[in-house]
């Protein structure tokens, strides 16, 4: 009886301590803040080659790791990392230096802290499309404007939204987003 318990135990503290694994969507263009997680020791990242053109993700030096994928061509191709000290290690393509993040990594970092450390948004202020990002897929998201009136919503697409508020006056909103049970609000200027 005390093998099953001790095993149980053993299987519970595992999943507790599951990581998780972060995608970035590397190619050009791509936001540095975007490609700029706040993760936990433990945590993977995995960059995905979103175009054709040859890249890299290569740490740069002075940084806690160091990691080369050295250079990839083809949509799809996928370079990971799993990170192991805390700390920031800055990277970047060698093919292009323009295309560049860092990774912070934290000791212990509960999911929520990492929804709203890793939700990116811009530009801002907003003429037309504002762009959410997240390490979590997003569910929906509400805009208010500023007496706290539902003025428009919709779902979301994965780790990239699109919102369109083309249509909406010049002033100030306030952007809920959701994704599971987490949410977080964004204030966002529209021009």
Known sequence: MKKITLFLCF????ILSAQNVFEIAWGQGINESVAS?????GDTV?????????????ALPNGTENFDSGSLKGINNEFSYTFSKTGVTEYQNDSDPSMRGKVTVVGKL????????NLNFYPNPVRNDLTISSLFKI??????????????????SGNYTQVDMSRLN????????????MQTTLKIAKK
């Open 139 to 156: 569910d929906n998201y509400q805009i208010f404007n500023v007496l706290g009136t539902l003025v428009s919503q919709g779902k979301g």
């Open 37 to 41: 997680p706040t993760i936990e020791v």
């Open 170 to 181: 010049s002033g100030l909103y306030f952007v809920k987003v959701t994704s599971n049970s």
């Open 110 to 117: 509960s999911t929520e802290d990492k929804f709203v450390k």
């Open 46 to 58: 995995l960059w995905t080659w979103i175009n054709g053109s040859q890249k890299s993700v290569s």
């Open 11 to 14: 299987i519970a503290m595992n």
